[in-house]
């Protein structure tokens, strides 16, 4: 306890009061000039790593961003290439449909066959283009003509690689597709249409989600009807039911959607419910839980497992009310098989029992193949083939296998297709004529591919622009200095400090000598 | 009893007010003196005259003039003071530190280390742009000169804090010859039975000074000297001194060393108590080479990694080549090969124009959420290292300031003790004025009973 005021006492009071005050005012005055909450290390050491943290985050979206253009380029030219051949394409067919037809003649087919000719040439064009200077469909050769003339035929030049960019964290997207893709087989070939992945399950591992893609182990985080943001780590989860227990366990009603296909949350109190990854994260995403709901109620995509030969019928949702299957009808020239699938329970039972039929009927060996979740049909001899429908019987629309197997050679298709009007080949004409068909939808199909890219690209670029806004709000709520709060307090921190100045003043004006 | 008794009391009644008088003087005359301790004049009743009635006083006498200190106090605030000066330092040096590192607004090796592994993130993205090599190449360029200069900069502070502690041992010494002179002029004046308050006072505010370079245990001896120990060495003996210097543990040559102070004769090692020179000490080998070693592992595992994949490449003129030379943030450059010619800037293994896997590789290990080193990415190592730095400038302000506060309660417990109160001096003034005055009619009236008695005769 003090007993003795001196005069050094109160100078040093005097000296320390004024010194923390004017000390306060300057650090405000600072915050109101730069208007900044966190101008030193030591103000917020916490704070300063986020800073830094959301700022690193903000270039790296600003890259994925600049990356998403850049792709979407790339895309849009291949689809328009694509789109262009298969004009090209659909114009010989028409050429070849007047060639066949009865008014046609010797003279009009060596006409057509030049109009064919000078397909091929654009063809040739359109699959030759490239975007500043990269060969659109060479793979990785990006630096040559993916396709040139050698001795008589058009060969591809380029090779199978597939260009990624990076679209997101750790998210890469392919953005080209190698010219042997427009070639397509020697083989005929039936590319069906099916989807014949099984609705998830509690025990689908999370590693073969989306197509076998997996998941990103990590946080998730959601915001429920009472505005607070919860995050859950779900990196511990191995299947599906690991994931629904981690999130039924921190106070969300979470399930398999109503379709099977997948995940689905609800807040128990209610709407909005706003679920999706921290800043950085893609937990979320591959899991296709992102989303916000007025009324609590998070739906999320399709991100079932690719099917495999074991999957029993049963678990595929598209043939619900199609069991048991079945019969449908194959033809190769003029002969008919029947095949009957209706003892198939899972589908490897659907291949043995279609392809023994097949042998069995004589027919050259056709072979089912699983591409995704649909189910191919192929003729390594290279004959065309049909595939229909027996009438009332829904099985081949079912299993996606309805239309005809065709070889899909483009160049090889339009040469002969050539050679054979030159030489007013009827057969030859409309063997072409089914080529061409085949090889139109195999390019639609590939078109529809990159249709799906390009939706993508323009849900990065949202997602993306969303968390810009969601990491620049961050940064501002850590950084940034409230202007009003702060106008107040250094109102209040100048009447402190004149009123600390006025009392020094009259403290140190009173002394005893005033009154010897 | 006599006349002249009774004027010899009022005279030494008058003395005694004018020494009190003129030690009131002096208090008011130091007021403002730093480290005086304020004074005050003792007196006491002089011995009585034995009659056969009894004892009859005879007046007053100064005894002392006394500094009124406490010395436990003293030294309790010359150890907290020593610890403030310590931390002060190190708080001035993260200061430094931070300066270096870029300040929250101006986050400069941050921003660089992510334009480069955007650039790499550029190259990578169809459709492939190869002049883009160019630009991977300018920005790993920037990259290595931003951390280049950042360790040039640590170790120009480094050599400013050496010089610094080399200043101040330097002024140790001098105040360490300070004391030495003073408990020479001590012993002289003391030895006439005369207490040297306003020596004491100037060796007092030296050992404060001491203090504030480094905590020193004072040992006073019985002829009013005081002798000065530093680490348990004693470096003042009476008016011996035993100087000090700066060594540096330099086996590298690269002035990395720990340094240490020694005695200049001898060279032996003086252990430094808290204080500023203890501050810069741990400034220098604990603070600036904290932030050296964090800064080289983000350079060494950016070089390591970026090499690991870089080297795999392959280009139109050949294999890759490593990306980086060096193996510290002091030595990291960009290779010479790749700057002459950024066309061997490798963006694939394969070599193909339009594969780009190396590139994307090696945009990713800037990745936030990629696990380079203990589950960071490059970019997050260097994050981190930032929030490691923020968190010691932090705690350093933190201690700073709760040790300010001590010193500052500790100084004004013994400011009331030894500190002038003007208004108390005042009232003194009054006081001893009054008395002056008292004895002064003490001697009229002995005055006025000499005439009284001589009119009779």
Redesign the interface.
Known sequence: M????????I???IY?NNNANLLSLTRLQEQVS?S?R?????????G??L???Y???L??N??YA??IE??R??VQQTDTALLDLVEALRDARELAQREVSGAASAETNRIGATAIGAIVEQVLGIVNQS?????LF??????IASFVRVGGEIVYQG?L?V????IG??T?MP??IPGSELIGTSSATLLGIGDLAPALTAATSLDDLAYGEGWEP?LVQWTGADGVQMQLDLSGAGTVGDVLSLLNAAGLTASLSADGSGLQVADPAGGPLSFGDP????TALSLGLVGSSADGVVTGADVRAAPDWTVALADVPSLAGQLPLGSLQVEVDGTTATVDLSGAATLGDVRTLFEAAVTAAGLPPLTLQLDGAALNVSAASGAAFTISALPSDGTAAALGLLGEGHPQRLFGVLDDLQAAMQASDLDGMRRGLGELEALEEHLLRLETSLGGRETMLDWMEGLNAEHDISLSRNLSDI?DADLIQLSSDLKMAETTYQASLMVSSQLMQM???DY? | MSLNSIMRIGLSGMFSAGASLQTTGHNIAN??TAGYSRQRTLTGAQRGQSLTYGVLGTGTQVLDVRRMTDEFLTGRLRAQDARLSQFDTVDLALGDV?AIFG???N?HL??VM??F??AW??L??????LTLQENVADSADRLAAGFRDMSASLDELSRDLDTRLQNGVDRLNALLTNVADLNRLIVMTESSATSANDLRDQRSAVLDEIAQLTQAETIERDDGTVDVLIGGRTVVTREHVQALTVARDDGDGTGAGAARVTTVAGGYDVELGEGSLQGLIEARDEQVLHARARLDEVAAALIERVNALHSQGRTADGSGVLFFTGDSAANIALNPALADDPTRVAA?R?G?????DIA?EI??L?????SVVDGRSL??M???L??D???R??A??DRLTSQTQLV?SL???L???R??????E??N??LFQNAYEANAKVIAMVQDMFDTILTMV
């Open positions: 003090i007993t003795r005021v001196t005069n050094s006492h100078a040093s009071l320390r730069s900044w966190v101008n030193d290390y030591a103000d917020d050491p916490q300063v790593g800073i830094r943290q700022e690193s985050l270039l790296e600003g890259q600049r990356n850049r792709a380029t790339m975007v500043e200077g990269n060969s060479g793979g990785f050769r990006t630096d090779d690689g260009m990624g960019v990076q964290a750790h890469n953005v080209n990590g800043a950085g994260g893609g950084r002394s005893l000598f010897l | 007021a403002s931070e300040s929250v607004e986050n941050g921003t992510s334009e592994f955007n993130s550029s990578a993205s169809p459709p492939v742009n694939s394969s193909l124009e339009g594969d780009t994307l945009a990713a800037g990745q936030s959420g990629t970019t997050e260097f994050n981190s930032v929030l730095l923020a968190s400038s932090a350093s302000g500052e100084g004004t417990r400011d009331s003790i500190g002038v109160s003007l208004d108390e005042a009232a003034l009054a």
